[in-house]
C-alpha cells in the first residue's frame, strides 16, 4: 500500500514556472514506477509522466516533453514534477500515481492538485 499526497499547485500566468510534489507514505516506495497524470475539466485523464523505481529513466506526453521534468528522491519519500514555460492548457487538476505501467495508469492515486494557468 502507497498513500499518495500532492502539493505544489496554484495559479501561474503563462509563461511561468511550478513544481509539484508528492509525498509518499509506505515503505515500499522505492520500489515503484511513479508518475502524474492530468484532467482538464470534461476531457479525461491523460498520462503527463513518469519515473523509474531508480530515477534511471523517464518518459514524457509529447505535449510536455521539454518543458516539463520529473523527479523523485527516494530517500524522502518524495517524486517532483517541475513545469515550466506552462501554457493555458496546461490547466488541470495533476495527479500522483504509484505502479504505473509505461503510461497506463496505477492502482495508487494522490487527492490531486490544481494548476492553473492563465493568458
Known amino acids: 500500500q502507497v498513500q499518495l499526497v500532492e502539493s505544489g499547485g496554484g495559479l501561474v500566468q503563462a509563461g511561468g514556472s511550478l513544481r509539484l510534489s508528492c509525498a509518499a507514505a509506505?515503505?515500499?516506495?522505492?520500489?515503484?514506477?511513479m508518475g502524474w497524470f492530468r484532467q482538464a475539466p470534461g476531457k479525461e485523464r491523460e498520462f503527463v509522466a513518469a519515473i523509474t523505481w531508480s530515477g534511471g529513466r523517464t518518459s514524457y506526453s509529447d505535449s510536455v516533453k521539454g518543458r516539463f521534468t520529473i523527479s523523485r528522491d527516494n530517500a524522502k519519500n518524495t517524486v517532483f514534477l517541475q513545469m515550466n514555460s506552462l501554457k493555458p492548457e496546461d490547466t488541470a487538476v495533476y495527479y500522483c500515481n504509484a505502479g504505473l505501467i509505461a503510461t497506463t495508469s496505477g492502482p495508487y492515486w494522490g487527492q490531486g492538485t490544481q494548476v492553473t494557468v492563465s493568458s
Open positions: 509506505g515503505r515500499t516506495f522505492s520500489s515503484y514506477p
